[in-house]
C-alpha cells in the first residue's frame, strides 16, 4: 500500500477557495466512495472533516466539500478563513479493512 | 461522551518491543461492528494506518508492519491494546487510536470507513 499523493502545500487569500487533490490507483480512491479526509493543527489530533467522499460530520462547515473523479479525490474549502490554516490528510479504504494516508497537505492563508 | 486516550512508554530502545494501551469510554468495544485502529505519524511526517480491531475480534494489520504487530482488546476494561516488536529509530512517532464506528443500514449494522474520534496520541522515542 503506497501512499495517496497529494500536493505538499496550497495556499489562498481569505475568503478565495482552494482545492486539494488526492490520488491514488484503483484499489484504493478508485476502487470504493470511502475517502475520507482530516484535518491537523500543530501539535493536535487530526480532526474528520469529511467522509465517505462528499459527506460532512455535524459541525464541520458547508465551506467544506468533497468530490472524487477515477483514483483522484478532493476536498474543496470555499471560503477561506484564517482558522482553516492547518495540514490535511486524505484517507481512502485499500479492501479486506485496510486503510491508506495521503501524503499530506499544508494548507496557508495569506 | 466519547473519548480515546493512549498510554505507553515514551522511550524504548532499538530491538525492544513497543506496548501502547487505548482506553476508550463513551462507547463499548462490544458494540456491534465498532472498532478501533492505531495510526502512527512520524514528527514532521504523514499519518500512517497500521491496524483495527473489531468488537467480534476480527482483526486487520498494515502489510508493510504485519509481521511485527499485534493488536488485541480487553472489553471489560474498555481498553485495545498495540505490540510492535524489533522497535527501530525510524519507528519513531506519535502514535493515535482513533474510532471507526457502527452504521445502521436497512441490511444491518455495519462497521463505517472513517475515524470519527481519536486519541491525543502518544509521542515514542526509539533510542539507545
Known amino acids: 500500500q503506497s501512499a495517496l499523493t497529494q500536493p505538499r502545500s496550497v495556499s489562498g487569500s481569505p475568503g478565495q477557495s482552494v482545492t486539494i487533490s488526492c490520488t491514488g490507483t484503483?484499489?484504493?480512491?478508485?476502487?470504493?466512495?470511502?475517502v475520507s479526509w482530516y484535518q491537523q493543527h500543530p501539535g493536535k489530533a487530526p480532526k474528520l472533516m469529511i467522509y465517505?467522499?462528499?459527506k460532512r460530520p455535524s459541525g464541520v462547515p458547508d465551506r467544506f466539500s468533497g468530490s472524487k473523479s477515477a483514483n483522484t479525490a478532493s476536498l474543496t474549502i470555499s471560503g477561506l478563513q484564517a482558522e482553516d490554516e492547518a495540514d490535511y490528510y486524505c484517507?481512502?479504504?485499500?479492501?479486506?479493512?485496510?486503510?491508506?494516508f495521503g501524503t499530506g497537505t499544508k494548507v496557508t492563508v495569506l | 461522551q466519547v473519548t480515546l486516550k493512549e498510554s505507553g512508554p515514551v522511550l524504548v530502545k532499538p530491538t525492544e518491543t513497543l506496548t501502547l494501551t487505548c482506553t476508550v469510554s463513551?462507547?463499548?468495544?462490544?458494540?456491534?461492528?465498532?472498532?478501533v485502529s492505531w495510526i502512527r505519524q512520524p514528527p514532521g511526517k504523514a499519518l500512517e494506518w497500521l491496524a483495527h480491531?473489531?468488537?467480534?475480534?476480527?482483526?486487520s494489520y498494515s502489510t508493510s508492519l504485519k509481521n511485527r504487530l499485534t493488536i488485541s482488546k480487553d472489553t471489560s476494561k474498555g481498553q485495545v491494546v498495540l505490540t510492535m516488536t524489533n522497535m527501530d529509530p525510524v519507528d519513531t512517532a506519535t502514535y493515535y487510536c482513533?474510532?471507526?464506528?457502527?452504521?445502521?443500514?436497512?441490511?444491518?449494522?455495519?462497521?463505517?470507513?472513517?475515524?470519527?474520534?481519536w486519541g491525543q496520541g502518544t509521542l515514542v522515542t526509539v533510542s539507545s
Open positions: 484517507c481512502s479504504y485499500a479492501g479486506s479493512f485496510t486503510f491508506v
Open positions: 463513551g462507547f463499548s468495544l462490544s458494540d456491534a461492528r465498532m472498532g
Open positions: 480491531i473489531f468488537s467480534n475480534d476480527e482483526k
Open positions: 484503483s484499489s484504493d480512491v478508485g476502487g470504493y466512495n470511502y
Open positions: 482513533a474510532r471507526i464506528p457502527a452504521i445502521t443500514m436497512v441490511r444491518g449494522i455495519i462497521p463505517a470507513t472513517y475515524f470519527d474520534y
Open positions: 465517505d467522499v462528499s
